[in-house]
């Protein structure tokens, strides 16, 4: 599953490990050093999980567990400090966090708890790109609201395309996906099949193929 994170950290170095370490795994994290930027960002976009610095200078992070709360009452928080002792860690969980990390952790756990805040997040029953619409309850597409007719393994293929979206997706991640792990020939040559059709009827430079083996939605 791929997410949309924010990190908010203001030690560069410990930001550029997460965010490389993460977007190494397919997810898109957008880094911030300063809670004014934050701000803005959680008004304007919503991010499937926000990864919180507590000792952030110039604003005070229960404030800021808060504002984010008053916003997207939905989205985990997960906050990372360097204060581990258990007064702190339940200070923490009364200003609404989901989740406590305390450094220096290991990167491998943090994606891990991650993953695991992410599998509460509430499944969106619309997609959207731009003039395209999936709506995943009826298992329709539709462009500028008028309906595609699609087969389910279109629909299918579709879907984890835009439930990725900017992420770039391998051919063998669809196959397995899609067909439930069976990549063989003929799911290889099956797919290519889909794709063309798909980008018949939804337009063929809405899908990006990035060199022969991956593909994203294209802007």
Sequence with gaps: MALSLLLVEDTKT???SIKQ???LDGHSVTRVDHWSYANE??????FDIVLLDLMLPWVDWITIAKTIRSVHSETPILMMTAKGQLDDKLEGFEAWADDYLVKPFDLEELEARVLALAKRLPKKEELSFEDIRLDRSQK???KWDEELKFSLKEFQILEMLMQNQWIAISRLDIIEEIW???AGFEEDWKLDVY???IRRKIG???IETIKWFWYRMNK
Excluded: C, M, P
């Design 14 to 16: 410990i930001a550029e």
């Design 21 to 23: 370490y993460l977007e």
């Design 41 to 46: 960002l959680v008004k304007h976009q919503n």
């Design 140 to 142: 329709k597409v539709f």
């Design 180 to 182: 439930w792990g069976e």
């Design 195 to 197: 794709l063309s059709t």
């Design 204 to 206: 063929k430079d809405r």
